[in-house]
Each structure stands twice: as C-alpha cells, then as structure tokens.
C-alpha cells in the first residue's frame, strides 16, 4: 500500500495498531472484527473501495468476514495475509482471539489459502494471484466488467482442499492490475 501511495499517487486510510503518521495518512487504531465497520464509517472508507489490505497477523479472517457480512463495504481488491506454513490444502483458521495481536510466532498462526479462498469465494471474489505470504482477490463483477478477466491467463494449477483450482496470474504487477480498474 506505501508503494501504491507513493508511486501511483494513490490516497486512502490506512489504520495501524502501533503507529500513527498524518503525513502518510496513518491513524493508530486496533482493528478488530468488532470495529472494522465502525472505523471504516469513522475514517470515510468508501463502499467499493479499490484495495482493502489486510495484515494483522492472527484475526486477519475474521476482520474479512466482519467487513463482508456487514454489507455496507465491497472491495473491488483484497490483499490479505495467510499462514504459508499450512500449505495449499489444509483448510485451518484460527478461532477469533481479540487477546492475541501483534506478531507473536508461537502464538500467531494466521490461516490458511484454503480458508481464506473459501470465504472470499463465499462472498464472490476470484483469487488472481499468491504471492506470498499474501493472496489477491478481485471482485467477479469487477473481472467481468474490465479487459483483467481476458488478461489472466492460468498458471500451474494448486490443490486446494480436496479440489483442483487453477490460480490466474497476472502479467504485470499488482499496480497495474490495481490501476487497471480505474477504467470501471
């Protein structure tokens, strides 16, 4: 997100639990699937958002579900965070813990790809691209309505679960797959 600020003149919110930066636009904020909605209400986050990046490391799940059943936000892209470590077919979620945040590797477990696909999916957002340690999702309408569904072209395909699903990749970076949905 600092690179998308910086180089791409992009603008946003940006809610960190242990630093604040008004140059920057950064607000110290714990978030929490409790008050994510809230903060976004609080810090006019708009409904279709451009790219909703999520690193917390350990609730980084539960955040996502709070701001998607909420209905009131739809990214147009999600970034988020998942434990690596589990692989590409363990389906593992940690329960929710507002007790355990910050970065604490013998404590912070995060989810897996799995898990996290399911519930974007549930929710009607393709995975495009793993990169890890993070995943990137963009909305189906958003894929339907721009030239990107046309420019995926499918990689290696991964086993997720018992299934078989074939990640899109992208040719270029994540800017200019971000940037080319200012053409909606």
């Not at 604490?104 to 995060?110: D, F, R, S």
């Not at 790809?113 to 519930?119: E, G, Q």
């Amino acid at each position: 997100t600092r690179y998308l600020q910086e180089s791409c003149r992009w603008s946003g919110v940006l809610l960190d639990g242990e630093h604040t930066n008004p140059l920057m636009g950064v607000s110290r904020e714990m978030v929490y699937p409790d008050n994510v909605v809230t903060l976004f209400q609080r810090y006019g986050v708009p409904r279709n958002v451009d790219l909703l990046s999520i690193d917390i490391n350990h609730n980084d799940i539960h955040v996502l579900h709070a701001i998607l059943v909420s209905g009131k936000y739809r990214p147009r892209t999600i970034v988020i965070e998942y434990n690596c470590n589990y692989g590409l077919v363990r389906d593992m979620a940690p329960i929710y813990d507002a007790e355990n945040v910050g970065f604490n590797e013998a404590t912070c477990p995060g989810s897996s790809a799995v898990s996290i696909t399911r519930l974007a999916g549930a929710f009607g957002y393709t995975l495009v691209h793993l990169l890890t340690p993070d995943l990137y999702f963009i909305r189906n309408d958003v894929l339907d309505a721009t030239r990107l569904r046309h420019e995926l072209r499918p990689s290696q395909p991964v086993f997720f679960g018992e299934g078989n699903v074939h990640l899109l990749g992208l040719r270029d970076t994540v800017a200019g797959m971000v940037n080319g949905l200012g053409e909606l």
